[in-house]
């Protein structure tokens, strides 16, 4: 009897050792996935470009600048008394409803432009490279492409131990898509 629970302690442990080698093969591309993730999450909130930030600053400004101009009456600054048209421009009205349109009416546009860009490269000054909409766009798909390949390998090796009869928990975030999968 001894002979046999000795052979079965080998069994036994041999087994066990496989079952802790699978489940650090299992590990390999569920670490990979997290990388990949808190990549995907660096790319995402990365600055954008500066030519992307400039076109955001003028379509901001554009948009002042129309607000202001809608309440501006420069005819007014013209026009003579008791001529019955208006005479009034409005400009503390206009500068207490849009200071910064007002400001753009005025000519100080590349001043303020100037100011907004320093801003903009002092906020993203020491932060991570800036991505285009189209640099992003194309690494966020490469990152995209590199965790369904790794979880396409980790379902695999799921399967392959699930085959040894080996169990194995799968993550809770783990991708339908090739669970679901008759072939991977």
Known sequence: MAKIIDKLAGVF???RRAAREIADAIE????EIMALREK????ESAPI???ERQARIAKSLAEAEAE???LFEPAALV??????AVTDPRLADVFAAQPL????LLGLREDIIEALTASADKEVAGLCRAYSTEERAEELARIDAGIRDAERDEERLCRAAEEAGIKVARRVD???EFILAEDL
């Open 13 to 15: 442990d041999r087994q």
């Open 101 to 104: 349109g007002m400001m753009l």
């Open 79 to 84: 026009t003579p008394p008791n001529s019955g």
């Open 40 to 43: 995907r999450r660096e790319i």
């Open 68 to 70: 202001a101009r809608a």
């Open 174 to 176: 783990a991708s339908m």
């Open 49 to 51: 470009s500066p030519a």
């Open 28 to 31: 390999v591309p569920r670490v």
